[in-house]
């Protein structure tokens, strides 16, 4: 059976990265850091698959993330095939993107989510020996991630590969997971917990506060300062998840919601940045002010209801993928096990350019930290050239960036 507080998180999760994407609200990604808390829950997911079928799984969970993609690309790479993209094998990454897959301007805004698939997929690829390695020596493999980024953020290794700055930020969440999958963050005694989670919190608050990003405080720029504050939120959040969370069933339409969101996470992944993007012009058109709180709320109302009618359009891939009766709007009961469930998502950061650039990689230095949210949106929208600290996505000469979430 499924523990109701694990799909509250990811629904709070998904809910807080497309609202920050419109709004662009540096404070949401320190209330709740979605990404590393989604890639922590997917992590659980992931030892959980290998412990049940073994290395099979990796293949189950890719049969279960790529047919979602190969949909929006079906509609999205044509159309940018028509508006200038190049036709080179490159493309072909919109297939099994484990590298950035090639965009052009305003593809590399509406798609800058993809980085998000990239890493899943690298971190499932890994995931084998990860597990193998973390039973062994858990607290050094553990750390592994966050001294890897430690050494990258100081200078060390200055022009390391995106995936493997990923793997810095973000993989040390993915063990965290395997950690809850173990029970190990269960057992740990509350005397050993609280004060690691204080310490990591302290350091990470630390060095956002004197490290801050051109966004200023947003963890999307801020990387090492983002993976310490996330630790000690998922040691919290998930380290002392209770069992369950009965309330939410209670309330037959907040249930419902929460049951769609997690069923169709990656749908709602997938297409909202677009959304987000496409409405943005509105708010010139008539009249706001791209910071007008009403604006703003419009916005998210209608991103959330167009991402819905996908959804209903859509969303039922992600239950052929799993091997589930397809449904145009899943419902309570479910025909697998609990530990298959969908993975969660979110976008990066990208910006618009005339030429064809890898969505999921920002010029310059750009990885996972995201531009700023909602294309345009921002207060502060970012140029993604050169040294922009945690640019994730795609980035442009000119125009708007994108944020990871």
Same mark, same amino acid.
């Given at each position: 059976m499924r523990n109701r507080y694990l799909d509250l998180l990811r629904f709070l999760a998904?809910?807080?990265v497309v609202v920050y994407h419109v709004t662009g609200s540096a404070a949401l990604t320190l209330i709740f850091p979605a990404m590393s808390v989604m890639f922590a829950l997917a992590g659980s997911l992931m030892a959980a698959s290998l412990d049940r079928?073994?290395?099979?799984?990796?293949?189950?969970?890719?049969?279960?993330?790529?047919?979602?993609? +190969?949909?929006?690309?079906?509609?999205?790479?044509?159309?940018?095939?028509?508006?200038?993209?190049? %036709?080179?094998?490159?493309?072909?990454? +919109?297939?099994?993107?484990?590298?950035? @897959?090639?965009?052009?301007?305003?593809?590399?805004?509406?798609?800058?989510?993809?980085?998000?698939?990239?890493?899943?997929? +690298?971190?499932?690829?890994?995931? @084998?020996?990860?597990?193998?390695?973390f039973r062994?020596?858990?607290? @050094?493999?553990?750390?592994?991630?966050?001294?890897? %980024?430690?050494?990258?953020?100081?200078?060390?290794?200055?022009?390391?590969?995106? $995936?493997?700055?990923?793997?810095?930020?973000?993989?040390?969440? +993915? %063990?965290?997971?395997?950690?809850?999958?173990?029970? %190990?963050?269960?057992?740990?005694?509350?005397r050993v917990l609280v004060p690691a989670a204080l310490a990591l919190g302290a350091a990470g608050l630390t060095w956002i506060f004197t490290h801050p990003g051109p966004r200023g405080y947003d963890l999307n720029d801020i990387h090492l300062g983002n993976a310490l504050w996330s630790a000690a939120f998922i040691l919290v959040a998930i380290g002392r998840a209770p069992a369950g969370a009965g309330w939410v069933d209670r309330n037959a339409v907040v249930g419902r919601v929460v049951t769609v969101l997690n069923r169709r996470a990656l749908t709602?992944?997938?297409?909202?940045?677009?959304f987000v993007v496409a409405l943005t012009p509105l708010v010139d058109l008539v009249g706001w002010s791209r910071r007008d709180p009403v604006g703003l709320a419009v916005r998210v109302v209608l991103v959330f209801a167009l991402v819905g009618v996908v959804t209903v359009l859509v969303g039922w891939v992600e239950d052929v993928a799993a091997r589930r009766v397809p449904e145009l709007l899943p419902s309570g009961s479910r025909s697998t096990p609990a530990?298959?469930?969908?993975?969660?998502?979110?976008?990066?950061?990208?910006?618009?350019?005339?030429?064809?650039?890898? $969505?999921?990689?920002g010029a310059g230095t750009a990885h996972l930290g995201g531009a700023p949210a909602a294309a345009p949106s921002p207060a502060a929208p970012v140029p993604r050239g050169g040294r922009v600290p945690a640019q994730r996505g795609v980035r442009a000469a000119t125009g708007p960036g994108v944020s990871a979430g």
């Amino acid at each position: 059976m499924r523990n109701r507080y694990l799909d509250l998180l990811r629904f709070l999760a998904i809910v807080r990265v497309v609202v920050y994407h419109v709004t662009g609200s540096a404070a949401l990604t320190l209330i709740f850091p979605a990404m590393s808390v989604m890639f922590a829950l997917a992590g659980s997911l992931m030892a959980a698959s290998l412990d049940r079928t073994g290395p099979p799984a990796v293949l189950r969970r890719l049969r279960r993330l790529l047919p979602s993609l +190969w949909v929006l690309s079906a509609l999205f790479v044509p159309a940018m095939l028509l508006t200038g993209l190049p %036709l080179t094998p490159k493309v072909l990454l +919109w297939l099994f993107p484990v590298s950035d @897959p090639p965009a052009n301007g305003w593809g590399s805004v509406a798609l800058s989510m993809i980085w998000y698939l990239r890493d899943y997929l +690298w971190f499932v690829l890994a995931s @084998p020996l990860a597990l193998w390695l973390f039973r062994r020596a858990p607290l @050094p493999t553990l750390l592994a991630p966050y001294a890897l %980024l430690a050494v990258m953020e100081f200078g060390v290794l200055p022009a390391a590969p995106t $995936v493997l700055r990923e793997f810095g930020l973000y993989f040390g969440a +993915w %063990l965290l997971g395997f950690a809850h999958h173990d029970g %190990l963050l269960r057992r740990l005694a509350g005397r050993v917990l609280v004060p690691a989670a204080l310490a990591l919190g302290a350091a990470g608050l630390t060095w956002i506060f004197t490290h801050p990003g051109p966004r200023g405080y947003d963890l999307n720029d801020i990387h090492l300062g983002n993976a310490l504050w996330s630790a000690a939120f998922i040691l919290v959040a998930i380290g002392r998840a209770p069992a369950g969370a009965g309330w939410v069933d209670r309330n037959a339409v907040v249930g419902r919601v929460v049951t769609v969101l997690n069923r169709r996470a990656l749908t709602v992944y997938l297409w909202h940045m677009p959304f987000v993007v496409a409405l943005t012009p509105l708010v010139d058109l008539v009249g706001w002010s791209r910071r007008d709180p009403v604006g703003l709320a419009v916005r998210v109302v209608l991103v959330f209801a167009l991402v819905g009618v996908v959804t209903v359009l859509v969303g039922w891939v992600e239950d052929v993928a799993a091997r589930r009766v397809p449904e145009l709007l899943p419902s309570g009961s479910r025909s697998t096990p609990a530990g298959r469930a969908a993975a969660p998502a979110s976008p990066a950061p990208a910006g618009a350019g005339s030429e064809p650039v890898p $969505v999921g990689v920002g010029a310059g230095t750009a990885h996972l930290g995201g531009a700023p949210a909602a294309a345009p949106s921002p207060a502060a929208p970012v140029p993604r050239g050169g040294r922009v600290p945690a640019q994730r996505g795609v980035r442009a000469a000119t125009g708007p960036g994108v944020s990871a979430g």
